[in-house]
C-alpha cells in the first residue's frame, strides 16, 4: 500500500505579500480612494472619509511626536471600541510607536501586569467604560508603574491638544524614512498556558499581511462596509476588521462601544453594511432579539465567525435570516496576527461547520505527533503548527517562551488538536492547552489559580470549563481551604474578584473540597474534576 499523503499543506503564493509599512498602506488607499468612506462611529455620530481619517491620524501622530513618543516606545490604549482607537492605532503606526492593546475587560492586577510587563510609557485611555472607572483604576495603579510617564484621556483637553495638533509633514516624513515593515508595532497580551499574560508581539509585516489576505478571501473591495462589534484590543477587530478594511478600501463600521446585539443591528441597517463579524454567541445573541426581524439586513453579504467552534444551527440561520451567504470562518490566534485557516466563498455548508478552511496564502500548516514531532498522515489527529509571515517575532522580553512556542525551524505551535482531510481543510478537535472559551473570551486557568493564591485562606485553587448553553463553557473553581480557616461561599469569592479580575474570569461556579483528584504522580487530573463538576451540575438541573 502506498504512503497516505501527510498532514502538509502550503497556500498559494498569490497575490503578493505587501512589503511595506502600515502607515504606507493606508497613504497609499488614500490615494487610490480619497473620498470613500473610510471609519463610521456610530455611537459618536462621527465619519470619516479616507482623506479625513488620514489627516486626523497624522494629526494625533504629530501630537504623539510633540509629547515626546517616538519610535519604539509603547502606548498603551485602553477603551472599548471608539473611534479614537482606531485613530490611536494609525497614528502609533505612523511613527513607529508599538500599541499594546489593553483588554477594556482588565481590572487592577491585570492592569499593572501589563503595564510593568512591555514598560509603557503613554497610556490613551477612556475615562470610564460601563461600570468600569478607567481613571481610577489608573490613578491607583500608576505609582507602581515607573515607565507610564503619561495619561492621556479620550476626550479630555489633552487629547484634543494631541489629536489636533498642526502636522508637521517634515518630522513624519523623517521618521517613515527610518520605519521598516518587520520592526515591531504591535503587542498583545494573551494568557497562554503558563498563567501570566505573555505579549504577542506582531511587525507591520505580520498583521498588515494577515489584515490584507482576510480582506482578499473576503472578496472586499472599496464597496464593502464592514460592521465590527468584536474587539479592537484581539485581531478579530484591528486586524481582520481594520487592517481588512484599509487594504481593500472599505469602511469601518463601529456600532457600539462594548457589544451590544441590537446596536449591531441597527448599524448594518441604517449604515448598510456587508460585512458583519462576530464570534458565535455574538450572533446567537442577535438571533435572539425580540424584534430581530424588524431589522433590514439585506446589504449583507458576507462575514466572519471565528473564536470558537461554529454550531451548525446558529450558521445555517446566519446564512438563511441573516443573508450571509458568503460567511467564513477563520481559525487562528494572536501569535499568529491571527488568521491561519479560512474557509472561502464557495465552500460547502459542510465544510464551513465543520472545518476551519484551509490554510491560507503564503502560510504552511502541518499537523504533528505532539510527541513524536512526526508530521502525521491525513485525517489522524495531532497539534496544529503553523509558518509563515503570520508568525508573530516572539512574546515581549520572554525569549524562552518564545523559544517553547515556536521551534527552531520557525514553526509555531498552536497547542491545538486538529486532523487535515484530503481536501487539505482542517478541523479543530481539541485543545491540549489548558484553556477555557466562555463566549469567545480566552480564559487561562493557570492565571485565575495564581490571582486565587494571593488569597489569604486558599491553600490551593484549581480552575476548569463546565459546559454553559449559553457561553458554551463556564467557570468553575475548586478550592482547598488552609487548616482552620472557614470554607469560602460563591458571594465572597466573587466580591474578593470584583475590581481585579475582568468579570467574564470570575468563576461562576465554586466548590470547596479537601483533597483534588490527582494522578500518582501527583498532577491534578483535571479531566476527571471535569467529569465529576458535569454529573454535579447536571444532578442539580
Ligand atoms: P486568541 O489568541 O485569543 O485568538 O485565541 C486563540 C485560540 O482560540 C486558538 O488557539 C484556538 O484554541 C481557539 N480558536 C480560534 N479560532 C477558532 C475556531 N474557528 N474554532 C475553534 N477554536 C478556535
Not at 30 to 51: K, N
Not at 448 to 456: A, G, P, Q
Request: a negative charge; proline letters at 5%; one cysteine or more.
Amino acid at each position: 500500500m502506498a504512503d497516505r499523503e501527510l498532514s502538509y499543506s502550503k497556500g498559494v503564493a498569490e497575490p503578493a505579500l505587501l512589503e511595506s509599512t502600515i502607515s504606507a498602506a493606508l497613504a497609499s488607499t488614500v490615494a487610490r480612494f480619497p473620498d470613500r468612506e473610510a471609519l463610521v462611529d456610530c455611537a459618536a455620530g462621527r465619519r470619516w472619509t479616507y482623506v479625513e481619517l488620514h489627516r486626523d491620524v497624522r494629526k494625533l501622530a504629530t501630537g504623539l511626536l510633540r509629547a515626546g513618543i517616538g519610535k519604539g516606545d509603547r502606548v498603551g490604549v485602553w477603551a472599548p471600541n471608539r473611534w479614537e482607537w482606531t485613530i490611536t492605532q494609525f497614528a502609533t503606526a505612523e511613527i513607529g510607536a508599538i500599541l499594546v492593546n489593553i483588554n477594556p475587560a482588565y481590572r487592577e492586577y491585570e492592569l499593572e501586569y501589563a503595564l510593568n510587563k512591555s514598560g509603557i510609557r503613554q497610556v490613551i485611555s477612556a475615562v470610564e467604560h460601563r461600570d468600569a472607572d478607567y481613571a481610577g483604576m489608573l490613578a491607583a495603579v500608576a505609582p507602581r508603574c515607573a515607565s507610564v510617564t503619561d495619561i492621556v484621556f479620550m476626550g479630555s483637553p489633552r487629547w484634543d491638544e494631541l489629536a489636533d495638533a498642526e502636522i508637521d509633514e517634515a518630522a513624519l516624513a523623517a521618521i517613515e524614512q527610518t520605519l521598516d515593515r518587520h520592526d515591531p508595532i504591535n503587542i498583545q497580551y494573551t494568557s497562554g498556558t503558563t498563567g501570566s499574560p505573555k505579549g504577542a508581539t506582531l511587525t507591520h509585516r505580520n498583521i498588515l499581511n494577515n489584515g490584507y489576505f482576510v480582506g482578499t478571501l473576503m472578496e472586499y473591495t472599496h464597496e464593502d462596509r464592514i460592521c465590527i462589534p468584536v474587539p479592537f484590543y484581539h485581531c478579530f477587530g484591528m486586524v481582520m476588521g481594520n487592517l481588512a478594511a484599509i487594504t481593500h478600501g472599505a469602511a469601518m463600521v463601529i456600532p457600539a462601544p462594548g457589544f451590544d446585539p441590537a446596536a449591531t443591528l441597527r448599524a448594518v441597517q441604517d449604515e448598510r453594511c456587508t460585512s458583519l463579524y462576530g464570534v458565535p454567541t455574538m450572533f446567537i445573541a442577535e438571533l435572539g432579539l425580540p424584534n430581530f426581524e424588524g431589522y433590514d439586513l439585506s446589504s449583507l453579504r458576507t462575514g466572519i465567525m471565528a473564536g470558537s467552534p461554529c454550531p451548525a444551527e446558529v450558521m445555517r440561520q446566519v446564512v438563511e435570516r441573516m443573508h450571509m451567504g458568503d460567511v467564513g470562518i477563520c481559525y487562528g490566534m494572536t501569535e499568529t496576527s491571527p488568521v491561519s485557516t479560512q474557509t472561502r466563498a464557495g465552500d460547502t455548508f459542510d465544510q464551513r461547520v465543520n472545518t476551519v478552511g484551509p490554510v491560507g496564502p503564503h502560510l504552511e500548516v502541518k499537523i504533528i505527533d505532539p510527541v513524536t514531532g512526526e508530521t502525521v498522515p491525513r485525517g489522524e489527529t495531532g497539534e496544529f503548527c503553523t509558518r509563515g509571515y503570520s508568525v508573530m517575532l516572539g512574546y515581549w522580553e520572554d525569549p524562552e517562551k518564545t523559544s517553547e512556542a515556536i521551534d527552531s525551524e520557525q514553526w509555531m505551535r498552536t497547542g491545538d488538536l486538529a486532523t487535515m482531510d484530503d481536501d487539505g481543510f482542517l478541523r479543530i478537535t481539541g485543545r491540549m492547552k489548558d484553556l477555557v472559551i466562555r463566549g469567545g473570551e480566552n480564559i487561562y486557568p493557570r492565571e485565575i489559580e495564581e490571582f486565587l493564591y494571593t488569597h489569604t485562606d486558599i491553600a490551593d485553587a484549581q480552575v476548569i470549563g463546565v459546559p454553559d448553553h449559553k457561553y458554551g463553557e463556564e467557570l468553575m473553581v475548586w478550592v482547598k481551604m488552609r487548616s482552620g480557616a472557614p470554607a469560602l461561599t460563591i458571594e465572597a469569592l466573587r466580591a474578593f474578584c470584583e475590581g481585579k479580575l475582568a468579570r467574564y474570569k470570575i468563576p461562576k461556579y465554586l466548590r470547596v473540597v479537601d483533597d483534588f483528584p490527582m494522578t500518582v504522580t501527583g498532577k491534578i487530573r483535571k479531566m476527571e474534576m471535569r467529569q465529576q463538576a458535569i454529573a454535579e451540575l447536571e444532578g442539580n438541573e
